[in-house]
């Protein structure tokens, strides 16, 4: 196991703004959002000429293969993460200022499509249903039901997800009353699949490459990634924030897709800006002791996916960090890791949220 060592994670850091900088920070609610601003920036400048160019009769060919190779490198590997959690950041705390608030509208219909992101759907399933039943029965997402050391288990969730996951959600939106949730999701839904279906005519191949092929990628990292967030549940306890989350610190994979790394200070506080979060975990270290909270120097959240899928216990634990002694040895945190991912049963009585997780959506 490891110790607590100095956090290599971004915060804030004040600077000298230029006059670009303050022109675009005119518009922003928060100055410390200006790296979503830049980022915006490249990928409309890049992924959209690319992706108008794949569409134009006149490429054709082997022309047409290389603006596809491109297209998918910056799609998946170069903005795909850092734009989605910026989508994350900006679902929970409004990117622009009031005055200028249909300017919110920008990421999640003009870009998010290009990444495989229906419009609306995310906001209605992360803020509508994700965080305010916090990975507990009514959660469609949740992972408690299944084996989470299984990629047998994963595959079913991923499949029932991607099969009739949007359903699921426009069906506990109208239990909820959240109706206006449910029509966002389902406009959003039709008016993406109706786009993609006229595109089909005029390019198809275009079209798969463009928006549905990110479609089902996005999707599978979606639940790649709620599934190790939420791999490791307390049966006992399964709504407290700091038994039913992970953390992940000290990894490129913070740096590159703002912090999203803290999970559990993001279950416990969904609205803290993405800088907070490493003073936040620095301040409320205790709680992460008193709870046995699983933290992993040096692992990003790919990285714990396969290590657990292959049964890795031992190298998880190598990467876990020994919080006040909290854990004897590793074979203390192997046990405990094993533990948490088991299956919990569906009907068992669980309270709707943990005194610790005082997050509200």
């Known amino acids: 196991m490891k110790v607590l060592s100095t956090l290599q994670d971004p915060t804030f850091q004040g600077r000298d703004y ?5 022109f675009f920070l005119h518009y922003i609610k928060d100055e410390r959002d200006l790296p979503f601003i830049y980022l915006t920036l490249r990928i409309s400048l890049t992924l959209i000429p690319l992706s108008i160019l794949l569409f134009m009769p006149f490429v054709t060919g082997w022309i047409w293969w290389t603006v596809a190779a491109v297209h998918f490198f910056i799609s998946n590997f170069r903005f795909k993460g850092p734009f989605g959690l910026m989508l994350h950041c900006t679902s929970h705390r409004p990117f622009f200022k009031p ?8 990421l999640p219909w003009i870009l998010a499509p ?28 949740s992972t408690m039901t299944f084996q989470r050391d299984s990629y047998r288990s994963f595959l079913a969730y991923f499949g029932r997800f991607f099969v009739v996951g949007v359903r699921n959600l426009l069906d506990y939106l ?6 206006k949730l449910a029509t966002r999701a389902l406009t959003g839904e039709i008016i993406f699949a109706v ?7 005029i390019n198809w191949p275009a079209t798969v490459l463009v928006f549905l092929l990110p479609l089902v990628i ?19 306890d399964p709504g407290n924030a700091y038994k039913n989350s992970i953390t992940c610190i000290n990894v ?21 800006h993405w800088t907070e979060h490493p003073t936040f975990f ?3 270290i205790d709680k992460y002791a008193q709870n046995r909270a699983i933290i992993f120097d040096g692992l990003d959240f790919g990285q714990v996916f396969f290590l657990l899928m292959r049964g890795k216990y031992d190298v998880l634990a190598q990467h876990m960090v020994n919080i006040n002694n909290t854990f004897t040895d590793d074979a203390d945190a192997i046990a405990l890791l094993r533990r948490r991912t088991q299956r919990i049963p569906v009907k068992m009585d669980v309270p709707a949220m943990s005194q610790v997780s005082v997050a509200t959506a």
Request: glycine share 8%.
């Open 99 to 106: 005055e200028y608030g249909w300017m919110n509208n920008y």
């Open 218 to 236: 996005y999707r599978l990292i979606a639940m790649l990634g709620n599934w190790t967030q939420h791999a490791f549940v307390d049966g006992e």
């Open 252 to 272: 490129k994979y913070n740096k590159k897709c703002w912090n999203d790394g803290y999970h559990i200070s993001h279950h416990v506080r969904p609205a803290m």
């Open 114 to 141: 290009f990444f495989g992101h229906t419009p609306e759907t995310y906001y209605s399933h992360h803020i509508g249903m994700h965080h305010p039943e916090n990975n507990l029965e009514d959660d469609d997402s």
């Open 18 to 22: 230029s006059r670009l900088d303050r």
């Open 174 to 179: 109208r239990l909820k009353n959240r109706a």
């Open 195 to 201: 786009i993609c279906v006229g595109l089909c005519f």
């Open 282 to 284: 620095l301040k409320t």
